[in-house]
């Protein structure tokens, strides 16, 4: 029986036997809407979410059954980018804020407190003030964070290594747009930063899950990983990050937001996956494997 915790920032669902270094984050899957955010948005409540990771939390539900704790956060994309760095605010909507060196995120207004959804929808009239942001990363970022920061300590101190699978979802159009003439397009990208966030044998494991489930997986284009696998890759401590997005159409109707008809069909093909990239790291699975 696993064990939950719910606070403001995140749920964590821990197993009740941890057997796997692995570790699951679900940074963008957040749908807990507060109203007076709602309210100061010039967006609908249905545009509001279109940057949101949709039920990629429902995706990898299991992971705790199969001995890896699951972090998930509760506060939106569009409110908080926990997939960001503290300090990568951006002054065209936060008051107060001088301008930084070029970061093409915040350039592109996806900063930690982001100016736009996708599409590069603006979601505020004009500014905030700055207590505004201040308060989101102490009730949100940090919280979020400290307990990831945790797990990961906890299963290198445990395993000898760590493995955090950084969960996402990406638009169909995104992957459209880098598909080639007469070339299926890839259902699955594997990010880890060119080689720098973790181990070639890390990602070989991970990808023949994938693969083994029949879905198409190509590597760090159009996603490379963003602050979380900077952050917490470190393949020479033993500590590896790896990002993970999947095409939204596999289970959503993106344009409604709403789970496909089959989707509990790929929520069992993903039960399998996530199976996969536990076992393989278990220890008794690697000693064997020697």
């Known amino acids: ?23 699951f984050s679900s940074p963008h ?12 948005s010039i967006l609908s409540d249905h545009l509001i979410r279109s940057s ?23 506060g939106p994309r569009a409110y908080i980018d926990l997939n960001r760095a503290a300090d990568e605010l951006d002054p065209a909507v936060i008051e107060g804020i001088m301008r930084a060196p070029h970061n093409p995120r915040i350039s ?14 603006p979601i505020y009239r004009g500014k905030i003030g700055l207590a505004e942001p201040e308060q989101r990363l102490r009730r949100h970022w940090h919280p979020y964070h400290d307990a990831l920061h945790g797990l990961m300590d906890e299963s290198l101190l445990r395993f000898g290594e760590a493995v955090l699978i950084d969960c996402h979802s990406m638009p169909h159009e995104a992957i459209e747009a880098h598909a080639r003439p007469g070339v299926p397009h890839p259902e699955v990208v594997l990010g880890d930063r060119f080689g720098a966030s973790a181990g070639r044998d890390v990602v070989a494991r991970i990808e023949a899950a994938f693969r083994g489930a029949g879905l198409r997986v190509v590597h760090n284009a159009p996603f490379a990983g963003a602050y979380i696998t900077q952050t917490y890759g470190r393949p020479s401590r033993r500590q590896h990050a790896v990002q993970i997005e999947i095409d939204r159409s596999l289970y959503m109707d993106e344009g409604r937001i709403q789970r496909r008809p089959d989707f509990a069909a790929f929520q069992k093909l993903m039960m399998g996956i996530v199976a996969g990239i536990t076992t393989a790291f278990r220890p008794d699975t690697a000693l064997a494997a020697e």
């Not at 029986?1 to 570790?23: F, G, I, N």
């Not at 592109?108 to 929808?121: D, F, H, N």
């Open 108 to 121: 592109s207004g996806l900063g930690v407190i982001p100016r736009v959804v996708s599409q590069g929808r």
């Open 52 to 74: 949101e990771d949709a039920f990629v939390d429902e995706l990898f539900a299991d992971a705790p059954q199969l001995g890896a704790p699951l972090l998930a956060a509760r």
């Open 29 to 40: 899957s957040g749908r807990d809407y507060p109203l007076a955010f709602l309210q100061s």
């Open 1 to 23: 029986m696993m064990h939950r915790t719910v606070t403001e920032a995140y749920c964590l669902s821990r197993p009740a036997l941890h057997s796997t270094p692995v570790v």
